[in-house]
């Protein structure tokens, strides 16, 4: 069996649900070790969120430090009679392999692995190989990647370039690769107005009617057109909820949810600003709102040039394409690794992450390994 996907199956096997490492850091620190890596585990913890555990290996200590950037925590199964196999049993079928984590993305950071075991076979680098592998990106993302990034800075482990091993292929490997993402802001809306029957309004205030004026304020016109490596921003209401059991009477709350995915034509700022602007102008006289935002990430990109190019070389070669440059999707840790360094994603393809039956090509996981060494070479010349 490929070095690769004997590690794919050993990692799956791992059960890591976020926040559990179930396994999955030990075994990578374990072969890293015998590699020649240094290796920190690096958990943190904070109130009102799961203890995380995390892994940072070097190997050297020179710059520029290349690193890859991945994780091992995966999502819950579902119900196990969804599946046709064991979730953690790593079956392969008919040149398939299945199990939760095969394609998002534990099969990524086997194939990363194997790639720096041949290059270390034929040469050490003429500066540092890294890897950083977070327990909670599939969770709230607190105590992993982006206190990983502050520990490094602060013990001078700074890195130069980064590849995060997401599956970023649509519908075959190499068609896609990442090199930004859309911002990402959640909000919550909450007017308020007075309650009253439904028969004398005059009497009353209905917040239900403010609202879908509020809301009706913020859908009417597009966000913008997209620019020159980004689609459009997209507004999206998720939910409206009046909260009112009866028929005859008219609320005195109500409440939206929404989420914001935008381009670099924006930031949380100045949408939050746009935001504030339009309610003001549509409430109306004495009517009265509360907005509560979470930002998920900033929109980035990183222009095309040196890692674009590897990456698509690595790509001609091993599979006679090159990929496209896309911005789309959700996001991922790259929007923290985004202020330490240049940042691209490349992984397998995406179709079943997330799902029953996650299953990913034997085939791409070997030729995901032949593109990381290519990559790996193509840094290091």
């Known amino acids: 069996m490929h070095e690769a996907v004997s590690l794919s199956c050993d990692l799956i096997r791992c059960p890591s649900v976020t926040p559990a490492e179930g396994g999955a ?22 109130e009102g969120t799961p203890d995380v555990d995390n892994l940072y290996a070097r190997y050297g200590t020179a710059r520029p430090n290349f690193c890859f950037a991945g994780h091992t925590d995966v999502v819950p199964t ?40 041949r290059l270390l076979r034929e040469k ?75 028969a004398y309004p005059h009497l009353a205030d209905n917040a239900a009617h403010r609202l879908i004026n509020l809301l009706q304020a913020i859908t009417a016109e597009p966000l913008d ?11 999206q209401i998720s939910t409206i909820d009046i ?10 709350e109500a409440r939206a949810t929404f989420n914001i995915r935008f381009n670099d034509l924006h930031s949380s700022a100045t949408l939050t600003e746009w935001l504030r602007k339009t309610f003001d102008a549509a409430i109306g006289e004495g009517g009265k709102y509360d907005l509560r935002i979470e930002v998920s990430g900033e929109s980035f990109l990183t222009p095309p040039g040196q890692l674009s190019d590897i990456i698509s070389d690595a790509c001609q070669k091993v599979l006679g394409e090159r990929p496209e440059l896309s911005t789309t999707g959700g996001t991922s840790d790259a929007r923290f690794i985004k202020d330490y360094c240049p940042v691209a994603e490349f992984g397998l393809v995406g179709q079943t992450m997330h799902k029953a039956d996650e299953r990913v090509a034997v085939r791409d996981i070997e030729n995901l390994t032949d593109i990381y060494e290519a990559v790996l070479h193509g840094y290091f010349r």
Request: glycine share 12%.
């Open 25 to 46: 850091l030990d075994l990578l620190q374990s072969i890293l070790e015998g590699m020649g890596f240094v290796c920190h585990r690096l958990p943190f913890s904070a």
């Open 78 to 117: 579902g119900p196990k009679e969804s599946w046709s196999v064991d979730p953690f049993a790593a079956e392969i079928r008919d040149g398939v392999l299945y199990g939760r984590g095969a394609t998002d993305m534990k099969s990524a950071i086997a194939a990363f692995v194997v790639a720096v075991q």
């Open 124 to 198: 050490s680098p003429e500066g540092s190989i890294s890897l950083l592998i977070t327990g909670d990106e599939e969770g709230p993302s607190v105590n992993g990647t982006k206190k990983m990034l502050q520990w490094l800075t602060e013990n001078n482990q700074d890195i130069d370039i980064c590849i995060v091993g997401e599956p970023t292929n649509p519908t075959r490997l190499g068609e896609m690769m990442k090199i930004g993402r859309r911002g990402s802001m959640n909000t919550w809306l909450t007017v308020s107005g007075e309650q009253g029957h439904v």
């Open 225 to 235: 057109g997209g620019s020159e490596h980004f689609q459009p921003s997209t507004l």
């Open 243 to 252: 909260g009112n059991p009866t028929t005859n009477v008219i609320p005195g």
